[in-house]
């Protein structure tokens, strides 16, 4: 690469990032299962910076979520209602310029309780209509397999991936899949932020009964072991995909150089990392094995388990990374929230208004980490900025978001011309959908606003922010116009 005016690879995948269970609502119509995403009730009289307590789902929960409690309480059920919508949504997407949409197949939608007879044809039709509508516009599917929308049933029935048959229930729908859109989807993840079952165990694995460790691996090993299974599958029937595993980066920094802090830094990135390493190595590594040993923490194999994790492993890593933090020994250190954690807080950074610390160079730091480590194509699957927007006379003057991402674009230039092999880039999220953690419309993300407020009111009428306008400019000039 030139040292000129370096820009993006000619075949990067500029584009943006949505979730079935955020976006399409819809949550019963046309067969539709209820999900674990279904579950989870708007908790407003929480502070937004409480994510144990948004993300916190008891056996009484999923009782009220069952037992007729209102739909306006579950903001997930009707999210921005992509569902009927995506044609004309595609359309802004298109006219932004984007070239890859990251989106999920909700489970539920293919398979309602998970284990029925036969696929429901009402869903799989939606994702083909879905995909050949984006491929009519160039844009490149990239498709994640599981995003925290495992069917409400097996989570019963099983206490979730606790269970083996969860296993057998995945990799029969993953095959389903890869059967039905051999032809539209080349780009497949397997499990959204696999790492999150720690922090989350219900929505990420549908672990419900008393929580402890050993169910969490466990339901970790089989979400390895499922992972694996489907990569080998999806690369028999779909010659040339690409699959990927996907991380949540969470990128620690000492918060002081004290040995302590460094070797308490040192442990917590190494335990970031864990997740990929399976998935790209296929093994689990060696201080892993020997801290589940010591902890007492046991799981239970089938003997061909690991030969199937090493034997079948990613094409490539793909990561959301909104925050950096730091980490301390020190008990009384100051913390602050991130990405549905805690992390001590870094006195050289900005924060959003949720407590998110900007640090634009983390992203960059993340890209040589993980390039340097696996020594395989990268791809940022999930970056931005939540905010509250306010709408001028029609319009939404969002400067904030755009100094966010370009700040973010030139640290990934400048990886990418040290040596970093990223496949593209999907923004968090393209559009204004239902957030993760607390369940806000008024956390947004989006290039392309929607008027719907915290309680669902609104016109769900699209606008165009400045940002989208910045955006498209970036994708058409590949990165070499940020002003």
Known sequence: MSTHNPVFPGNFLWGAAIAANQAEGAWNVDGKGPSV???VQAKPKLSVKDYAGHMAISDQNVADALNGLKDIDYPKRRGIDFYHRYKGDLALFAEMGIKALRVSIAWTRIFPTGEDASPNEAGLKFYADLFTEMRKYNIEPLV??????????????YNGWVHRNVVDAFVRFSNVCFDRYKDLVRYWLTFNEIDSIIRHPFTTAGIREEKSAE????ALHHQFVASAMVTRDCHQKIPGSQVGCMLTKLTTYPRTCHPGDVE???????E??????VQV???YPPLIKRDLELRGINIEMQPNDLAIMRQHTVDFVSFSYYMSMTESVQPDAERTPGNTVLGVKNPYLPASEWGWQVDPVGLKISLLELYDRYQKPLFIVENGMGAKD????????DEYRIDYFRSHFEQMLAAVHEGVDLLGYTSWGTIDIISAGTSQMSKRYGFIYVDQDDEGNGTLERLRKDSFYWYKKVIATNGADLS
């Open 37 to 39: 995403a279904d579950a």
């Open 264 to 270: 308490a830094t040192l442990k917590k990135n190494l």
């Open 144 to 157: 994640t397999l599981s995003h925290y929308e495992m069917p409400l049933v097996l989570s019963e029935k």
């Open 281 to 283: 190595k296929g093994y």
């Open 390 to 397: 306010v709408v001028v006379d029609g319009k939404i003057h």
């Open 272 to 277: 970031n990392y864990f997740y990929a390493d």
């Open 215 to 218: 169910d969490i691996y466990q």
